[in-house]
T-cell receptor, first 114, second 110 residues
Framework: GENVEQHPSTLSVQEGDSAVIKCTYS??????FPWYKQELGKRPQLIID?????GEKKDQRIAVTLNKTAKHFSLHITETQPEDSAVYFC?????????????FGKGTKLSVIP | GAVVSQHPSRVICKSGTSVKIECRSL??????MFWYRQFPKQSLMLMAT?????????EQGVEKDKFLINHASLTLSTLTVTSAHPEDSSFYIC??????FGPGTRLTVL
């Protein structure tokens, strides 16, 4: 089955700096890679996603890059703000527009220091 | 966006009892949904995939007789934790698709 590795497990940045979280996956059949933000005790919130036919996607301060050959993808947050502090999870799925069975990384706790 | 509700949000029960968790989609229908379990400070782990009208598919290591899933309609799925033990204490989350997660149920077994 799929195995998703995520690094780092914790990340502290100064407000305004950039944060980068990296993930690798093992199953070449995976073609959908979402990122989630989860605040304590809350449900995961989809913040950005990318499919295997795209190398990069950006949405305001958030961007995701995908290297399908190397089987890794990264989340980039620029101009970080205190409200970006949360746990971020990457995930991988072999599904297209179908059922979205997700394998999650272990998570990165991001702390943005004011 | 679509809304998914989950009930109850928190439950405390005694060891050996059974607990039913409901996951309901309020404004859309879907044939497939997922149940995840999240232990404190850990990731979401897929427990099972259920399809409306058929038996659920369980992930390796998840006991199907302990975690009963009923997906009787396109808008309702239930997870019953039978004979609960303290090690079953966790955060249980349902998911309909890539972004429609339930708010989760915090189960504490004493």
């Amino acid at each position: 089955g799929e195995n998703v590795e995520q690094h780092p497990s914790t990340l502290s940045v100064q407000e305004g700096d950039s944060a980068v979280i990296k993930c690798t996956y093992s199953d070449s059949a995976s073609n959908y890679f979402p990122w989630y933000k989860q605040e304590l005790g809350k449900r995961p919130q989809l913040i950005i996603d990318i499919r295997s036919n795209v190398g990069e996607k950006k949405d305001q301060r958030i961007a995701v890059t995908l290297n399908k050959t190397a089987k890794h993808f990264s989340l980039h947050i620029t101009e970080t703000q205190p409200e970006d502090s949360a746990v971020y999870f990457c995930a991988a799925s072999p599904s297209g527009a179908g059922s979205y069975q997700l394998t999650f990384g272990k998570g990165t706790k991001l702390s943005v220091i004011p | 966006g679509a809304v998914v509700s989950q009930h109850p949000s928190r439950v405390i029960c005694k060891s050996g009892t059974s607990v039913k968790i409901e996951c309901r989609s309020l404004d859309f229908q879907a044939t497939t949904m997922f149940w995840y379990r999240q232990f404190p400070k850990q990731s979401l782990m897929l427990m099972a995939t259920s399809n409306e009208g058929s038996k659920a598919t369980y992930e390796q290591g998840v006991e199907k007789d302990k975690f009963l899933i009923n997906h009787a309609s396109l808008t309702l799925s239930t997870l019953t934790v039978t004979s609960a033990h303290p090690e079953d204490s966790s955060f249980y989350i349902c998911s309909w698709g890539k972004q429609f997660f339930g708010p989760g149920t915090r189960l504490t077994v004493l």
